[in-house]
Structure formats: C-alpha cells, structure tokens
C-alpha cells in the first residue's frame, strides 16, 4: 500500500472509531492496531491525535456533501422534495446502523469544542456547510413559490440543524427511530409537505 492509500485508511479507520466511541475513549494504538498500520509510522502521516483528528473531520465533511447533501443541490426537483428526500436518506442510513452511529461533527463538538480550537473551527466549518446547503435549499423554495417560512432561509437551517442533531442524540439515547420521525413530520409542516 503506497503512502497516500496507507494515510487515507487510517483516516477511515479512525472515523469509524470515532464515531462509534468518540475522541478520547479510542486510543492511537487500538487505531492502528485495527488498520494494521506499525506504531512508529503514525506520526510520518500526523504530527498529533488533534492533527489526524482534523484530518478526519475533513474527510468526513467531504464524504458527507458527496454522499448525503448532493440530493439538495439538485435544481431539476422542487426543494419540497429535495428536502424531505435528504431526511428520509439520512434516516434510513441510521435505520442501517441500527441506531448506533450519530453525527461525526456533533459527536466531535461536545468532547472537544472547549478543548481545541482548531478541531472546533473545523467542527463549525462542517456545520456551516450542512446549514448553508439547507438554507439554499430552502431558499428555492421560497423563490419558486413552494413554501413560505415564519423566518429567513439561513434561520430556518440553522434551526433545522440544531434540530437535527438534537433527534440523533435522543435517537441514540432512546434505540429508536422515533426521534427522527417527530423531526421529519415537523421539518415537513414547516415546508408544506408530506413526510417521505
């Protein structure tokens, strides 16, 4: 494996760790022990665990707007249903994971915000782009006559965030989907639409 490919599978093999466990409950070792990288050779690729920790909330932010917020940017479909297309999608990922995982950036932000500033600039890069995407969104909506809003376009995402992360967390607390729902059916009254 070249180094570029070796680097790129501690990021992946570190996200996943942090996802499941967080920040500080995973230790380097157990990373490279399970990417079978040797230890000697982790700080060739990171100069620190708040180095590599950066490296892979950007990886995740990349990841994400390729996988998840594309179906947002697409201007063929009315933004009602783009929208509630994206909830729908982002449920069904977490009906997969059986409830296990949660928002990598809203996970990272409550371990580390206070922590380290440059992980938390990165964290509110990441939340800003899902909130800016939502908000132009929105704002087609509003535009192309679909749906008014009670507040401003970039507002209303930020509410929606807030939101969003709040029913992930209760999801996780409660092993149900359930908390998803009741945010889906509400961001769906907000736009005049029907839960998908």
């Not at 665990?49 to 063929?76: G, Q, S, W």
Request: neutral net charge; aromatic residues 12%; glycine residues 6%.
């Amino acid at each position: 494996m070249d180094k570029q490919n070796v680097r790129q599978h501690l990021i992946e093999t570190g996200a996943k760790a942090f996802m499941t466990k967080g920040y500080h409950a995973v230790g380097l070792q157990e990373i490279l022990a399970a990417a079978q990288v040797p230890k000697g050779s982790f700080y060739y690729y990171f100069r620190s665990k708040e180095d590599f920790c950066i490296a892979i909330i950007d990886h995740y932010i990349r990841l994400y707007a390729e996988r998840h917020m594309a179906v947002l940017l697409d201007r063929a479909r009315p933004a009602q249903d783009r929208l509630l297309d994206f909830f729908a999608a982002e449920k069904t990922y977490y009906r997969q994971q059986q409830c296990q995982h949660s928002c990598l950036l809203a996970k990272l932000a409550m371990e580390l915000s206070l922590l380290s500033e440059s992980i938390r600039a990165e964290l509110q890069r990441g939340m800003n782009g899902w909130i800016g995407t939502v908000a132009a969104c929105l704002a087609d909506g509003v535009a192309a006559g679909e749906f008014t809003l009670f507040q401003p376009p970039e507002t209303t995402a930020e509410f929606f965030y807030a939101a969003w992360a709040g029913a992930i967390t209760r999801m996780q607390a409660t092993q149900t989907l359930a908390p998803l729902d009741t945010f889906i059916a509400f961001a769906a009254r907000e736009i005049g639409g029907r839960p998908h």
